[in-house]
């Protein structure tokens, strides 16, 4: 399968890179993870603490909270592909800086070519900001966009729940209308 190959090449890319300091705080780089011909891409901010240990995103406290998300949207976690904006996680946790952002914008982008999903939920400002600069994601999480070629719909982070509970009935909600969105895509797609 191509797509798993040029996934597979990109991820061994991101093990290898040194373009900017985060590989030397990480334990391991966190290229990403899910089915190769995803049509929903899913992409975080930078790995934390438990996927800088595992090498896969989403599998710490904000994993669980996405898995249910996931399961509101009626989309399974296997049938999408999520990644990060940068690939290495940030010392202490802290926000990526441009410069990092910036020296894995190429792997993000070679990661979305080969996939070329339908729908890009980007997780949190730092994603969303990638696609539409400027973005102010307490008022335009949920709100679908139409960003070069794609459907892109900026959600809050999962971990916001964690920290404010209220929270998670909008990403609730926002998740239940975002699995609509995907099986109106899917469907205008199949025919």
């Known amino acids: 399968m191509v797509g798993a190959d040029s996934l597979a090449l990109i991820a061994d890319d991101i093990r290898t890179c040194r373009a900017c300091p ?5 334990t391991q780089s966190v290229p990403g993870s899910g089915a190769t011909d995803a049509r929903l891409l899913i992409i975080g901010e930078a790995p934390g603490a438990h996927e800088d240990k595992a090498g896969m995103p989403f599998v710490g406290a904000s994993g669980k909270v996405l898995d249910k998300l996931l399961h509101v949207a009626g989309v399974a976690r296997s049938t999408v592909f999520i990644a990060n904006v940068v690939k290495h996680r940030p010392p202490q946790n802290r926000d990526p800086l441009p410069a990092e952002v910036a020296a894995c914008a190429q792997f993000l982008q070679r ?5 070329n999903p339908l729908l890009i939920v980007p997780l949190g400002r730092y994603a969303a900001a990638r696609w ?7 008022s ?5 966009q139409h960003v070069a070629n794609y459907i892109v719909v900026p959600m809050l982070h999962p971990a916001t729940a964690l920290y404010q509970p209220r929270n998670m009935a909008v990403l609730e909600a926002d998740f239940q209308a975002l699995g609509v969105l995907y099986r109106t895509v899917l469907g205008d797609v199949a025919q």
């Open 132 to 138: 539409i600069p400027g973005i102010k994601i307490s």
């Open 22 to 26: 985060l590989c030397e705080s990480a």
């Open 111 to 115: 990661q979305i070519a080969v996939i």
């Open 140 to 144: 335009a999480h949920g709100i679908p």
